[in-house]
């Protein structure tokens, strides 16, 4: 996700929905999400742990902790973690 030039967006919350879990270990560990003011410097914002389950999945940020960037992604180093 991009948001425009010049502009950042604040997160107070991350939501992801996954259809199917065969296996937790392809995710758990494996799979960040991470935000980037430039696009190629990424910074991890959490990781996916034992909790990631089926269905919706939510990370929250306190107020004084929400990240503010331009570009946003779920990244995995492994073939199926994202």
Same mark, same amino acid.
């Given at each position: 996700?991009? +948001? !425009?030039?010049?502009?950042?967006?604040? &997160? %107070?919350?991350? !939501? *992801? /929905?996954?259809?199917?879990? @065969?296996? !937790?270990?392809? &995710? @758990?560990?494996?799979?960040? +999400?991470?935000? @980037?003011?430039?696009? %190629?410097? *990424?910074? $991890?914002? /959490?990781? /996916?742990?034992? #909790?990631?389950?089926?269905? *919706? #999945?939510?990370?929250?940020?306190?107020?004084?902790?929400?990240p503010a960037y331009r570009y946003y992604? /779920?990244?995995?180093?492994? $073939?199926? %973690?994202?």
């Amino acid at each position: 996700m991009a +948001f !425009k030039e010049d502009h950042v967006g604040y &997160l %107070s919350t991350a !939501k *992801w /929905f996954i259809t199917e879990i @065969s296996d !937790k270990t392809v &995710l @758990s560990g494996v799979t960040t +999400f991470q935000g @980037s003011d430039d696009d %190629s410097t *990424w910074t $991890d914002l /959490f990781t /996916f742990d034992d #909790n990631v389950h089926e269905g *919706w #999945n939510y990370y929250n940020w306190e107020d004084d902790e929400q990240p503010a960037y331009r570009y946003y992604r /779920f990244y995995g180093t492994e $073939d199926g %973690s994202c």
